[in-house]
């Protein structure tokens, strides 16, 4: 009996098993993937942010550092902590923010500002020729800088 048949004799749902999931959610970001990019005004030659690897049965997403930490001035905790709220906010988890992302990120960590300044800010380490969107990289780049010129005491 196939499973339509299943459905129409006892009125319930199929229990869906590990391997329809994985099915389905490569389906679907195949379909995504039709759409075009999530950020259209990155470069289409840009390496990935993101590494992803399978532990276990679930996917493990890790952002890909290319920055010197030291030099931009984080020591482990902050750049821990700017890896968790960043994560937090990159709700695609591709290693790239939305401008609307990046507004949030930037406020919880003290900057005040509105959608234009914060473009231009975003501007001076983007790659992003549209402005709407921040890699993991020139997030820390950025608060880097922002901390250079607002010293906390």
């Known amino acids: 009996m196939s499973t339509m048949d299943d459905i129409q004799s006892n009125g319930s749902t199929p229990n869906i098993g590990e ?15 039709m759409l075009g ?10 390496e990935p942010h993101v590494k992803k690897t399978m532990k276990g049965k679930t ?9 010197d930490q030291d ?7 902050d750049f821990d902590d700017m890896k968790a709220l960043f994560l ?4 695609d988890q591709d290693g790239v923010v939305s401008m609307k992302e990046a507004m949030g990120m930037l406020r919880c960590v003290g900057f005040r500002a509105d959608e ?3 473009k231009s800010f975003v501007n001076i380490v983007g790659v992003d020729k549209t ?7 020139e997030f820390l780049t950025l ?11």
Do not use: W
């Open 19 to 33: 391997e329809e999931v994985t099915q389905m959610k490569k389906s679907t970001s195949h379909l995504l993937n």
């Open 143 to 153: 608060i880097s800088i922002k901390r250079r010129e607002e010293p906390s005491d």
């Open 71 to 77: 030099e931009l001035g984080f020591n482990e905790d």
């Open 88 to 91: 937090l906010f990159d709700f």
């Open 116 to 118: 234009e300044q914060i």
């Open 131 to 137: 402005g709407f969107s921040l890699s993991y990289n």
């Open 37 to 46: 990019p999530t950020h259209p005004g990155r470069p289409a030659n840009e």
């Open 59 to 67: 996917e493990k997403i890790e952002l890909i550092c290319r920055i």
